[in-house]
Every structure is written in C-alpha cells, then in structure tokens.
C-alpha cells in the first residue's frame, strides 16, 4: 500500500520560516487530495492546507491563509508546505493525509479528506519560539 513520509519540522523563531515535504510512496498522483492537518495537544486534527493533485486548487483554513502556501511536485510524488511569518501558535504536530486511491471528482475538502484518507504520516513536529 501508499505510504506517506513527512519530514521539514523542528524549530524555528517566531516570524521565520519552515517548509515541509510529504512523499507519497507507491501512490499514483493523477488525481486525488492531499493536505496538512495541524494537531494541538488535546484537540481535533484539522486541516488547515489542501491541493488537489489533479487540477492543483488549494484550500487553506484562515488561520494560515497568506502564511502558509501548499504545492506538488509531481515528478518527486511530494506535497510542499512553505510556512512563513510564523508565530509562536503555530506550535503543534503536522500530518500529511492522502485520498488518492479514490474516485475522480470527489471534492477536496478538509471533511473529504479526513474521512476519505487513505492513511496518515506519523506526523512531524513543529515548535515556534518568541
């Protein structure tokens, strides 16, 4: 099966940047939803940076909306999160999820992915300091 290998976290001062990389192993990339979702300690998983691999629209929550820019590259079967103006909220576990398995057409949402994904990477920590 697909496997999803995050990496790019770690620590970064308050207004810096990180950029973090998720390759999806034995996945086919033609079509499909990728996306980050952000854990804090003690809530929900949420998405907050989706691209559809087909047509490459993305989908951001607000709170990363100007900050935060998620991309392909398709050559390398990987998804991007370029992270910047980062502030010390930002602190938390990223996990990369993938529904590429899945019928064309379905719309890439943070909903459909949770639910549609087809696994999780194992997370990769990010902490912001001031």
């Known amino acids: 099966q697909g496997q999803l290998v995050e990496s790019g976290g770690g620590s970064a001062q308050a207004g810096g940047s990180l950029r973090l990389s998720c390759t999806a192993s034995k996945y086919d990339f033609n079509f499909g939803c990728m996306g980050w979702f952000r854990q804090y300690p003690g809530k929900e998983r949420e998405g907050i940076a989706l691209?559809?691999?087909?047509?490459?629209?993305?989908v951001y929550d607000d709170s990363v909306k100007g900050r935060f820019t998620i991309s392909q590259d398709n050559d390398k079967n990987t998804v991007y999160l370029q992270m910047n103006s980062l502030k010390t909220e930002d602190t938390a576990m990223y996990y990369c999820?993938?529904?590429?398995?899945?019928?064309?057409?379905?719309?890439?949402?943070?909903?459909?992915?949770?639910?549609?994904?087809?696994?999780w990477g194992k997370g990769t920590l990010v902490t912001i300091s001031s």
């Open positions: 999820a993938a529904d590429l398995d899945g019928e064309e057409g379905v719309v890439c949402s943070p909903h459909n992915l949770y639910y549609g994904k087809d696994s």
């Open positions: 691209i559809n691999v087909g047509d490459g629209g993305q």
